[in-house]
């Protein structure tokens, strides 16, 4: 089955940089478009980052454009965020996702079929 693993979350102070992890499992990585996602308590998903799979062409909300990388490694079946310039409004828990093969890399939580568990960022002022 299907498998997204995130690792790489932690306490930050702002200002300071992290690389998220998303290793995967069961899924045809080279062909399938894929996202990070993050959630803040008592706040809905929210899109961050989207990464295509046939050119890596790259996608971001607008808070997070300028400090954000999201980039694939196909040979290990693995995608990264790097984030730089945390801020506290960055804390949240972010979430891994991946589409089915094939299609264009989307913005909406509707359109990823797999799901990691999450990991806690956590940025202090």
């Known amino acids: 089955q299907v498998q997204l693993v995130e690792s790489g979350g932690g306490l930050m102070q702002a200002g300071d940089s992290l690389r998220l992890s998303c290793a995967t499992s069961?899924?045809?990585?080279?062909?399938?478009?894929m996202g990070w996602f993050r959630q803040a308590p008592g706040q809905e998903s929210e899109f961050v980052a989207t990464?295509?799979?046939?050119?890596?062409?790259?996608y971001y909300t607008d808070s997070v454009k300028g400090r954000f990388t999201i980039s694939r490694d196909n040979a290990k079946n693995t995608v990264y965020l790097q984030m730089n310039s945390l801020n506290p409004e960055d804390s949240a828990v972010y979430y891994c996702?991946?589409?089915?093969?094939?299609?264009?890399?989307?913005?909406?939580?509707?359109?990823?079929?797999?799901w990691g568990q999450g990991t806690q960022v956590t940025v202090t002022s």
């Open positions: 996702a991946a589409q089915r093969p094939y299609r264009i890399p989307l913005l909406s939580t509707r359109n990823y079929d797999y």
């Open positions: 069961g899924l045809p990585f080279s062909v399938s478009s």
């Open positions: 990464i295509g799979w046939r050119d890596s062409i790259t």
